[in-house]
């Protein structure tokens, strides 16, 4: 496993194959529910954009916009059927970031951890491994394809099993504070944590599972605003944007 920042001669690129955990929040607009085409179309061009430098890009997409299964649990669903219904959801946002970014010429491939072959490939690493090398950006759905697991959780396993160099979480707030910056006006912005720090103070960055993973496997995780034009480049081209979860 390499989570090290390997500088690729001739690119400018800190991290050449990236993970991008996209919560459903980000095919949306503040307030709504379901896809939003604005939001869509930015997200596809951001993807774009970074994998024009030469980063291979692949994504694990979230459903939340749709549906999500903890909240249907909570509220009395069978929580085995409820997270089946959230790991379709995000089925249909892979599918719908892959006809944006087809839209936009960019070769992907959706690949999903339930079977659901009329619509997208099944997910076998080492296909999932040869689409990267190929330039195609990579979109995962279905989560792990098991209940009880988050999309967090499932995007450090796949960063594992691709071999990523770096999970980039695209939120809407720059970074991690240790406070509500919306809340308070006071709110302080890490610049850098550890994996550790980030357990022990339940910092909202990733879910403890997926945390455990990247700690023990040391493969940094970037959080940063996916709202802001460019930021993806910026990350994947080194510049100290958001907050860096690294080290222990």
């Known amino acids: 496993m390499t989570g090290d920042a390997d500088s690729i001669p001739g690119r400018g690129l800190t991290f050449k194959r990236a993970l991008i955990k996209v919560t459903g929040e980000a095919f949306t607009v503040p307030g709504k ?7 869509l179309q930015h997200l596809a061009q951001e993807i774009k954009d970074a994998a024009s430098i030469g980063a291979q890009i ?6 939340g916009n749709i549906f999500r ?7 009395g669903m069978d929580r085995v059927s409820a997270d089946n219904m959230g790991m379709l959801a995000t089925i249909i946002n892979g599918l719908a970031l892959q006809d944006a ?7 992907t491939r959706l690949l999903t951890a339930i079977s659901i072959s ?7 690493r080492r296909r ?5 090398e190929k330039g195609r950006v990579v979109i995962f759905a279905g989560g792990t394809g098991n209940p009880y697991f988050t ?9 594992m099993e691709i071999q990523a160099n ?25 610049k850098e944590l550890k994996f550790i720090d980030v357990l022990k103070d339940n910092l909202k960055v990733m879910d403890a599972t997926a945390i455990s993973l990247c700690m023990d496997n040391q493969v940094p995780i970037v959080v940063f605003n996916i709202t802001v034009p460019g930021n993806i480049k910026r990350v994947l081209s080194g510049e100290n944007i958001g907050t860096i979860v690294r080290g222990v």
């Open 151 to 159: 999309t967090d959780t499932a995007a450090s396993l796949r960063a």
């Open 33 to 39: 529910l379901g896809i939003e085409i604005s939001a």
């Open 128 to 132: 999932a491994i040869r689409h990267l």
């Open 118 to 124: 009329q619509l997208a490939e099944p997910y076998v």
């Open 69 to 75: 299964g903890a909240i249907a649990s909570e509220a």
């Open 58 to 63: 692949a994504v694990v997409v979230g459903g």
């Open 101 to 107: 970014l087809e839209k936009k010429d960019v070769q």
């Open 166 to 190: 770096v999970i980039l979480k695209a939120t809407k707030v720059d970074g991690v504070y240790d406070a509500d910056p919306v809340k308070f006006t006071d709110a302080r912005r890490y």
